[in-house]
């Protein structure tokens, strides 16, 4: 009864949405206030039926219901209560109901958000509708979670073993909050091309949203990062598959989005650039939606292939980014450019990054999709590699980690470019000993290391320049010190936090290129070299585990003849799924892993793989640092509210002529 009571709620919920739609819209338009004030409550009805939809799907998976197909082909009574749980987003039906949970969540959140401007935010919320009455019209259409099996089957299939990972828990909805909550700058941008408002009002209501977004999306990017990285057993952080590629497509955009508002609030300028990439920012997490969830592209990440889910998807996207685009296109010559500024000044220095930004993504967006188009244009198969976007994204990230420092110390409107060359010569060469220093101990090789770890270094000590320079500008005195750097702005320390863990994440990658790799077959008593390390094969256990048997191999590190750690790297055997399964075995050491995974034994002995990775753990240290700088800007943004009405009640402009 409680499926039916679910499905039945997720029904409603389409009808709120559609009401959100079209009501709010209608009354914006006609100017009827009380048409206008249907948009929170219908928002906040959505979001109740769509949690009570899920918490039935929750519940049914909980107790094995497996008269649910849903449970039917994701679980099994056998398997533990954690992953019964994360398991309803670990298919396809859970995961899109979890999205549609999120953009309820999104849209009840605006709805009981700030007062003033009700035009603006109900037409907002109408939007926010339309897109969650589509995506909970496709799921009932081709998605349906509570669809019935009988008769009832005893047991499940159980669910797919690299699912069964506490990154299961964490990493979904992370990058959902981080690919939802650009839903609410999409809106947003789309009432403003409607209703004709743009200014700094518009931006500050906006950005908020976005820095929550970002803040998700970064976490979730790193989280997801580190699980490929432990789970599938590769060794490496990043693997440039396209579904990875979905997830770092509007990252950068957002991005780029965050630096834009910045000049649009400040100096009223790049209205057109910031709607645009607002616009953007939202259009690619659509796209990646597509991407996984159509059946075109072969990935481990990707959901089983349906033709008919990915032409519903793909109907959506043509009816939400054409049309938006389309409206900007409309909308865009009216707007007024604002301010002038000379390029030479922070304003120029973030439009140049923001620049390098966009085109970073365009570049993946074409190696994403360039061989999909080509194999629906010719029959053609070709893989788009990481050499590709190595070296494209990397020469355009190398730019923006030059010019970030400079856009950091310059003043609006008209900077002294050398007097903030000046200041940042030490820097730099701090950057550049570090850097060498680093590459000295490595053998110089490969010189891309050693130039990535010094531009990472640039940014990162630019982070602290910046914030030191303000705090220590009015003299040396302690309490004075003390003084300023307690009166900074949390806009400041978020910038701080955020480029800082940007000159982090980037060293750790740079350090990638220093590590060492060994592939032997060992025997118990047998030893293994990797980068400073041994690795001594000690013993060989069998394990059971509530749904899987598993070979454990254990092995005594030791350094120098002293033995520093031990590292148990197994074999998982799922009996359900008749799958094996390769659970790495790490150790962090200081700031580097040591990182060993074993294959099946053969006549040969046990085939082991076995890495070091210096300075690896500093790629997900600089994501937590950067996401926190996004948590603090979010923060930032309350505080400013609280201090006045945003959207203040007026009569709405019309756009400018």
Not at 108 to 117: D, I, N
Not at 330 to 341: D, E, N, S, T, V
Not at 609 to 626: E, H
Request: hydrophobic residues 55%.
């Amino acid at each position: 009864m409680t499926v039916e009571l679910g499905h039945f709620a997720l029904a409603l919920a389409l009808g709120l949405a559609v009401a959100q739609f079209v009501v709010p819209l209608w009354g914006a338009l006609r100017g009827d206030a009380r048409l206008m004030s249907v948009a929170s409550g219908a928002a906040t009805g959505q979001f109740v039926f769509v949690a009570l939809a899920f918490g039935a799907l929750v519940e049914a998976h909980a107790a094995s219901d497996f008269s649910v197909r849903n449970v039917y082909e994701n679980s099994h009574t056998l398997k533990p209560l954690i992953y019964k749980i994360t398991g309803v987003w670990g298919s396809h039906e859970g995961s899109m109901l979890l999205w549609i949970l999120i953009l309820a969540l999104f849209g009840a959140m605006v709805a009981r958000g700030a007062r003033g401007g009700e035009a603006i935010r109900s037409v907002a919320l109408s939007l926010q509708g339309a897109l969650g009455a589509a995506f909970i019209a496709f799921v009932l259409a081709t998605s349906d979670p509570f669809q019935r099996l009988w008769p009832a089957p005893r047991e499940g299939q159980d669910l797919n073993p690299l699912l069964q990972d506490p990154g299961l828990a964490i990493h979904p909805p992370l990058l959902y909050l981080g690919y939802v909550g650009f839903s609410v700058a999409f809106s947003f941008a789309g009432a403003a091309l409607i209703l004709g408002r743009f200014d700094a009002a518009w931006t500050r209501a906006v950005r908020p949203w976005a820095l929550l977004a970002w803040t998700f999306l970064t976490l979730g990017i790193a989280m997801g990062s580190y699980w490929a990285y432990y789970t599938l057993g590769w060794g490496g952080f990043w693997f440039w598959d396209p579904v990875e590629n979905a997830s770092l497509m509007p990252w950068l955009a957002g991005t780029a989005f965050l630096h834009s508002a910045i000049v649009m609030e400040k100096r009223e300028a790049l209205k057109v650039w910031t709607v645009f990439l607002a616009i953007l920012a939202f259009s690619l997490s659509l796209l990646g939606t597509f991407l996984v969830r159509s059946g075109v592209l072969t990935s481990v990440h990707a959901f089983a292939e349906d033709p008919r889910r990915g032409v519903f998807i793909l109907a959506i996207e043509a009816f939400f980014i054409g049309g938006a685009f389309a409206l900007f296109a409309l909308r865009a010559p009216a707007l007024k450019q604002g301010a002038i500024f000379a390029p030479l000044s922070r304003e120029g220095f973030l439009v140049a990054n923001n620049v390098l930004l966009f085109a970073a993504c365009v570049t993946v967006v074409v190696g994403t999709l360039y061989p999909l188009v080509l194999q629906a244009t010719t029959g053609q198969k070709i893989t788009v590699g990481a050499p590709y976007f190595n070296t494209l994204v990397g020469a355009l990230f190398a730019g923006v980690c030059l010019l970030l420092p400079f856009g950091h110390q310059l003043a609006w409107k008209r900077g002294d470019l050398l007097g903030v060359t000046q200041r940042l010569a030490v820097v730099a060469l701090a950057a550049v000993a570090a850097a060498l220093v680093l590459g000295a101990a490595h053998g110089f090789a490969p010189a891309t290391s050693v130039i990535a770890a010094g531009l990472a270094i640039f940014v990162a000590l630019g982070a602290f320049l910046e914030i030191g320079r303000r705090a220590f500008g009015g003299g040396f005195s302690p309490a004075l010190v003390i003084a300023r750097t307690r009166g900074l702005p949390l806009a400041a320390w978020a910038a701080f936090f955020a480029h800082l863990g940007f000159g982090i994440g980037l060293l750790g990658v740079a350090a990638t290129g220093w590590g060492d790799e060994a592939i032997v077959s060992l025997r118990a008593g047998d030893t293994a070299h990797v980068g400073p390390y041994a690795l001594h094969m000690a013993a060989f256990d069998t394990r059971k585990g509530a749904n899987f048997t598993a070979d454990v191999v254990r092995f005594d590190v030791s350094e120098g003849g002293r033995a520093v750690a031990t590292v148990s790297p197994a074999r998982r055997h799922y009996p359900v799924r008749n799958m094996d399964v390769a659970q790495a075995g790490i150790v962090t050491l200081g700031l580097g892993q040591v990182y060993v995974s074993v294959g099946a034994p053969d006549a040969s002995g046990i085939p082991v793989r076995a890495f070091w990775k210096p300075l690896v753990t500093l790629i997900w240290i600089g994501g937590l640092v950067a996401a926190f700088g996004g948590a603090l800007g979010f923060a930032g943004t309350l505080s400013k509210r609280r201090a006045r009405k945003v959207f203040a009640a007026a009569p709405l402009p019309q756009a400018a002529e």
